[in-house]
């Protein structure tokens, strides 16, 4: 299984931004699809999953900023990412499997929420 993430890029504070992230060699719907973000000099932190019937679970820190959602039929996920910060400047990276985190990584688009 190949994940294929994008768009990221350059955003103002306040600003929002579209990733998108699209599975490719997988039969069925992959159980879970998480996104994950790893800033400079820390580690990789989970900001949001969304399993394959549609349940959702949000770091605190996106929590009413940010949403996940996904397309079964595609095995693609996307995160909506609303009123951003500088401090949600990261590489983002989606990632997919039967656990959190899965065993597939897709490799990562740079967000940079700036002025």
């Known amino acids: 299984v190949q994940l294929q993430a994008s768009g990221g890029g350059l955003v103002q504070p306040g600003g929002s931004l579209r990733l998108s992230c699209a599975a490719s060699g997988s039969g069925s719907a992959i159980p879970f699809l998480n996104w994950y973000r790893q800033a400079l000099g820390k580690q990789r932190e989970l900001v949001a999953f969304?399993?394959?019937?549609?349940?959702?679970m949000y770091a605190d820190s996106v929590k009413g900023r940010f949403t996940i959602s996904r397309d079964n039929l595609k095995n693609a996920v996307s995160l909506q990412m609303n009123s951003l910060k500088p401090e949600d400047t990261a590489v983002y990276y989606c990632?997919?499997?039967?656990?959190?985190?899965?065993?597939?990584w897709g490799q990562g688009t740079l967000v940079t929420v700036s002025s």
């Open positions: 990632n997919g499997g039967r656990n959190i985190p899965g065993a597939y």
């Open positions: 969304i399993t394959n019937l549609g349940s959702t």
